[in-house]
């Protein structure tokens, strides 16, 4: 193994995977830390964690375990990555992981870089822009976990860590690799700009000899080349049967994303209040779903008002512990019944359907949208997406996809 990863979200592992296997590298997604040494033949490994809003030690325990594992098989190079919208709380967990990763590792500096040009994300001047929003004016400023109301990086990851950080700003990244890496300061974090693919590439040279690095799957675009590899076009073979979508986001992207599909096709909403007090029979939602003569929407996503109102009534994370514990549940109950391809939009809901359906590692196929690939687990299709990305008809396109071979 040349490159290991560690993903704070599975949503996430899957969007760095692709990018990694468009640039020519043969990836495994791993769902947690594997018990058994990897297939010697992989080129790069990315460890699924649940980490991103997990309590603080937690999160820095099953990363270093993850960054052990991946160093055990040969990994020169560890990537923690982390949301292109950089999401986490006050206390991290960005900082505290990127901390311990880099005592472990034994890392001075370390490049820091969410920038995802083709799915809107730059950074200039160390500030995270979504489009042509700073990252608090995008959106995700009402984000329901991990509400982001600062888009400066630096006063971000400052805030969170115990390393200096510092920037790397655009006019040095458009002097290319050497200017970047010559900006470089020992023993701190540094915040790199980014604002095209272009940039990425010469991030990606600068870090041929760096031992940690962290950022969006952006940040995996210049790395592959370093090993010698070149690129290549996933392949896949068709999976056929029948289809559900699993919606747990309620990012403006997927909102759009659901009414678009809901038009033309059958839904079923989970209300947060019904979900805490323990009032939805999943066999009877299951049964529901495989009822359907065409692939159904099972959805919690709702507006920012109706999420802030569901946590004031009872608490940031009980309402979405509640919708995660019912999608791991229904998850395997609709594969049992023959469901086949799956649809599944956000980080935490992808987390809990992957976890309920007892994958341990999927098999990355070709992109649907920028980040989001086909996975394969055994005879299941899957398309894990992240809440921000895609167009408004992602899935149904995505469902389309898996039936076809490529």
Same mark, same amino acid.
């Given at each position: 193994?040349?490159?290991?990863i560690?993903?704070?979200?599975?949503?996430?592992?899957?969007?760095?995977?692709?990018?990694?296997?468009?640039?020519?590298?043969? /990836?495994?997604?791993? @769902?947690?830390?594997?018990?058994?040494?990897?297939?010697?033949?992989?080129?790069?490994?990315?460890?699924?964690?649940?980490?991103?809003?997990?309590?603080?030690?937690?999160? /820095?325990?099953?990363?270093?375990?993850?960054?052990?594992?991946?160093?055990?098989?040969?990994?020169?190079?560890?990537?923690?990555?982390?949301?292109?919208?950089?999401?986490?709380?006050?206390?991290?967990?960005?900082?505290?992981?990127?901390?311990?990763?880099?005592?472990?590792?034994?890392?001075?500096?370390?490049? /820091?870089?969410?920038?995802?040009?083709?799915? *809107?994300?730059?950074?200039?001047?160390?500030?995270?822009?979504?489009?042509?929003?700073?990252?608090?004016?995008?959106?995700?400023?009402?984000?329901?976990l991990?509400?982001m109301?600062?888009?400066?990086?630096?006063?971000?990851?400052?805030?969170?860590?115990?390393r200096?950080?510092?920037?790397?700003?655009?006019?040095? /990244?458009?002097?290319?690799? *050497?200017? @970047?890496?010559?900006?470089?300061?020992?023993?701190?974090?540094? @915040?790199?700009?980014?604002?095209?693919?272009?940039?990425?590439?010469?991030?990606?040279?600068?870090?041929?000899?760096?031992?940690?690095?962290?950022?969006?799957?952006g @940040?995996?675009?210049?790395?592959?080349?370093?090993?010698?590899?070149?690129?290549?076009?996933?392949?896949?073979?068709?999976?056929?049967?029948?289809?559900?979508?699993?919606?747990?986001?309620?990012?403006?992207?997927?909102?759009?994303?659901?009414?678009?599909?809901?038009?033309?096709?059958?839904s079923?909403?989970?209300?947060?209040?019904?979900?805490?007090?323990?009032?939805?029979?999943?066999?009877?939602?299951?049964?529901?779903?495989?009822?359907?003569?065409?692939?159904?929407?099972?959805?919690?996503?709702?507006?920012?008002?109706?999420?802030?109102?569901?946590?004031?009534?009872?608490?940031?994370?009980?309402?979405?512990a509640?919708?995660?514990?019912?999608?791991?549940?229904?998850?395997?109950?609709?594969?049992?019944?023959?469901?086949?391809?799956?649809?599944?939009?956000?980080?935490?809901?992808s987390?809990?359907?992957?976890?309920?359906?007892?994958?341990?590692?999927?098999?990355?196929?070709?992109?649907?949208?920028?980040?989001?690939?086909?996975?394969?687990?055994?005879?299941?299709?899957?398309?894990l997406?992240?809440?921000?990305?895609?167009?408004?008809?992602?899935?149904?396109?995505?469902?389309?996809?898996?039936?076809?071979?490529?």
């Amino acid at each position: 193994m040349k490159l290991g990863i560690i993903a704070d979200d599975f949503t996430g592992a899957s969007d760095i995977g692709l990018t990694l296997a468009e640039a020519g590298m043969a /990836v495994a997604q791993f @769902i947690g830390v594997p018990a058994i040494k990897a297939d010697p033949s992989l080129d790069a490994g990315v460890i699924a964690l649940k980490s991103r809003t997990a309590p603080v030690e937690e999160a /820095v325990t099953e990363s270093i375990a993850a960054c052990d594992w991946l160093s055990a098989q040969g990994a020169e190079q560890i990537v923690l990555k982390v949301c292109s919208t950089f999401d986490s709380t006050a206390e991290g967990n960005i900082g505290p992981v990127l901390d311990a990763l880099a005592k472990r590792l034994n890392a001075g500096s370390v490049i /820091v870089c969410p920038a995802f040009p083709e799915n *809107g994300r730059s950074v200039y001047q160390g500030h995270l822009f979504v489009a042509d929003k700073l990252l608090n004016e995008s959106g995700m400023q009402d984000h329901p976990l991990t509400p982001m109301k600062d888009a400066d990086l630096r006063r971000v990851l400052g805030a969170q860590s115990s390393r200096e950080v510092g920037h790397i700003p655009t006019l040095t /990244v458009l002097q290319g690799a *050497g200017a @970047i890496k010559a900006a470089l300061t020992n023993d701190a974090h540094m @915040i790199t700009d980014a604002i095209t693919d272009a940039d990425l590439i010469a991030v990606g040279q600068a870090a041929k000899d760096l031992p940690l690095l962290c950022g969006g799957s952006g @940040i995996a675009m210049g790395l592959p080349a370093n090993f010698g590899l070149a690129a290549a076009a996933p392949t896949w073979q068709a999976i056929t049967g029948s289809g559900a979508v699993l919606s747990g986001s309620c990012s403006i992207a997927t909102r759009n994303q659901v009414d678009s599909f809901m038009a033309d096709a059958p839904s079923f909403q989970i209300s947060a209040d019904r979900a805490v007090a323990g009032e939805y029979n999943v066999d009877e939602i299951a049964e529901w779903v495989l009822a359907q003569e065409q692939p159904p929407l099972v959805h919690s996503s709702a507006d920012p008002v109706v999420v802030q109102e569901a946590q004031d009534a009872h608490g940031t994370g009980v309402a979405a512990a509640a919708i995660e514990k019912l999608f791991a549940q229904l998850a395997p109950a609709i594969v049992a019944g023959g469901v086949r391809r799956l649809v599944v939009a956000g980080g935490e809901t992808s987390g809990a359907v992957v976890t309920g359906l007892g994958a341990n590692t999927l098999t990355i196929g070709p992109r649907v949208a920028a980040g989001v690939p086909l996975v394969r687990f055994g005879d299941i299709a899957l398309a894990l997406k992240s809440g921000n990305f895609g167009d408004p008809n992602f899935f149904a396109e995505a469902l389309t996809m898996m039936e076809r071979s490529a």
